[in-house]
């Protein structure tokens, strides 16, 4: 994979310009793409900045994503070839920091669950997850040191986990969604993905302008770890429960203190309800596209758009009244832990593009609006990955969090 | 005035029919429009549906809305002619309700405060307010009896003030906000001008799918009305002052007990950071448009982004902390009192169209998510309207109050 952080430091030590890191990625495109099928749209022509913190950094730019010189397809029929005027408020951002957004990735249609033609660059007979498959896929396969994507239930941190890659689902607006097409505006949430957790951090602290959120040279301590298995959103599969457990054990291992924490029930009764409020919403985000083109939508959607009619404003309000508890339930049980350390999926990616694998083990954090890390864990065959959650606000500590068990995993 | 309920009423008697409604609304269209300069856009050939809760009735949609068959040019040159490609989310709720998006009024570029040429149509020597100016001022003028707007700061009470319609801000994002070009996602809110309270509640009563919020031909009691005249936003005209008082007494007539009431200091200390709220995400909802046309921004909004770029995210944090802590302060003031009652603004709408006047006494309200109502008090010359603020949710109460005062007011 291409590391960002590495990139940078060639390009600051002379050994390497922006074009030529640009060129890289190119090159990379031209190898895996006919393979993995992650771009949606390639800038054939795309301006390398010569200077900025991010010059000589590709990105890919999930395809829900506005770009003012890059089609936004939205991964539906309905929008083939659209062209929006403006770029997304975080496209506009990575081109002040020197960054190329070089392509359009993949996307469930609407960042729906949908499955795309992408495969996963792991073992190409399996699903990358999505929604965010392209984003996902294209930084597994090396083609980018960086992309965008956005989760609405699991859609960052399940593809990250299934293609082995690292990725941050920030704090609830941490980063903006101007420009980005709404799914649920209550839970939609921009994430990173990068090929390990460094390069996420600093590309997050950059774009945010919060360079607290870089990971420093400094040994941030080790951290008190809530192990939680979220069993009120069902079993894990043996695998994915070996993984939780070598990485609690290298947490210890670098002196962190994990502890088994069952999540109070508060928390379970708003993991039930995420769908309540992101199928009550998105029946509004996309009123028009179910109104004019409801027969060209993809039929995941249409049956989802098509069930969620019924919903009640008043079952709507429970679910928010619901979600509002459980975040102050969750700050409470914050005050024990500096993260809690769970599952970023059920197990490996799913055999088949039939399916894009299942959110369960996301779902509940993306309506807290906590920030999650997805950590690679080191495994053969199919990656699976651990998350890595904090308080809202905290992406910092997520991220640094995840740097100590990874360097742990390394030197296990 | 064109009266929503009464156009409803004649349709449902059957002295009227959808497509006569509508075609009463392009006749005084003809007639005023050319006076008061309240449209960007007028839709040659906009079918009249038969059917439907809000058949029959034309709507003003501000010109930084979507609409998927009428260009949406922002105000701004940027945007002359673009064409979205879909309805935002409130445009197409109206289509399914069988309103009719009728035309495009005239809007401050972005949402901003650069004046448009919109003339007040109580005497159009004055400002109409802004940013929804056009919305307001063809309400006024009798051209249609319904119009969308936004909020940020006060571009729904204070133009409706000023130009002497009902309008009503509702609960923040109870009307979805998707396919509204943002300025502030943290106070962006939609909001709707009508003849009087009752249009106002009706229509939202049925866009939001909540008839709860409608005003019920029962007696909703007296209510207990804090009487708030925001010192710590500054000091408002003599005749807005007249006013206010004016409708305290009519409330009281009604019935209602009236208290006079001083906001705790953290509802003020709020109130100061909200320009930090607002143009530290502005400076993101518009980046594009700040990198890439920066001087073709009318000059208002220029300054007002040069000036953002040199906020920090600690200020930005900080004014949210401030913000969260007086949403609950504000919870507790409303165990004592059903709604509050203050200024709309600080006076008439300031004469030439230099200003769209100020909007002090509207931007704690906006920052707190409140819903808001402006209720026109019946005045010799140009109108004030004086502003009902219920506890966030509260919608049919803010509207119900209202409606008493509307009643005691006209009963004088």
């Given at each position: 994979m291409l590391s960002l952080v590495d990139i940078r430091a060639r390009i600051e030590a002379g050994t390497l310009t922006p074009a030529g890191a640009v060129a890289l990625c190119r090159e990379a495109i031209a190898a895996q793409e006919p393979r993995?099928?992650?771009?949606a749209h390639l800038s054939p022509d795309a301006a390398v900045p010569?200077?900025?913190?991010?010059?000589g950094v590709a990105v890919g730019v999930k395809d829900i994503i506005d770009t003012a010189d890059m089609p936004t397809g939205m991964g539906a029929a309905i929008y083939a070839g659209w062209r929006p005027k403006a770029d997304a408020a975080i496209v506009a951002r990575l081109r002040a920091l020197g960054?190329?957004?070089l392509a359009k990735t993949t996307t469930c249609a609407f960042a729906g669950?949908?499955?795309?033609?992408t495969v996963n660059?792991?073992?190409?007979?399996?699903t990358p997850g999505g929604s965010s498959s392209g984003s996902a896929a294209a930084v597994a396969a090396g083609m980018l040191p960086l992309a965008l994507g956005t989760q609405t239930g699991g859609s960052v941190i399940r593809p990250a986990s299934f293609c082995g890659v690292a990725a941050i689902k920030p704090s609830f607006r941490l980063l903006p969604m101007v420009g980005v097409k709404t799914f649920s505006w209550a839970l939609d949430t921009l994430g990173l993905f990068g090929a390990g957790i460094r390069d996420v951090a600093h590309a997050l602290a950059l774009i945010s302008g919060r360079p607290e959120i870089d990971l420093g040279s400094?040994?941030?301590?080790?951290p008190r770890i809530g192990l939680v298995r979220q069993d009120f959103a069902g079993t894990a599969d043996p695998a994915a429960v070996a993984v939780l457990e070598r990485a609690a054990r290298a947490a210890e291992s670098a002196g962190a203190v994990v502890t088994d924490l069952a999540l109070p029930e508060p928390i379970s009764l708003a993991f039930e309800r995420h769908a309540i409020v992101q199928d009550f919403e998105a029946r509004q985000a996309l009123a028009w596209e179910y109104a004019a083109h409801r027969e060209a939508l993809p039929p995941i959607l249409r049956g989802q758009l098509d069930r969620a009619q019924a919903l009640t404003p008043a079952q709507y309000d429970d679910a928010r009244r619901h979600a509002h508890h459980a975040r102050r339930v969750l700050k409470d049980v914050f005050s024990d832990f500096d993260v809690l350390l769970t599952f970023s999926a059920p197990g490996p990616a799913p055999r088949g593009l039939g399916s894009t694998g299942d959110s369960r083990f996301n779902r509940l954090w993306t309506l807290m609006g906590v920030p999650c890390v997805n950590l690679p864990v080191p495994v053969d065959g199919l990656p699976i990955g651990v998350q890595v959650v904090a308080r809202f606000g905290d992406d910092g500590r997520a991220l640094s969090a995840a740097r100590t068990i990874e360097r742990a995993l390394a030197a296990a």
């Open positions: 993995i099928g992650a771009l010569a200077q900025g913190p991010l010059a960054a190329v957004p669950i949908d499955p795309t033609a660059p792991r073992d190409t007979e399996h400094e040994d941030p301590g080790a």
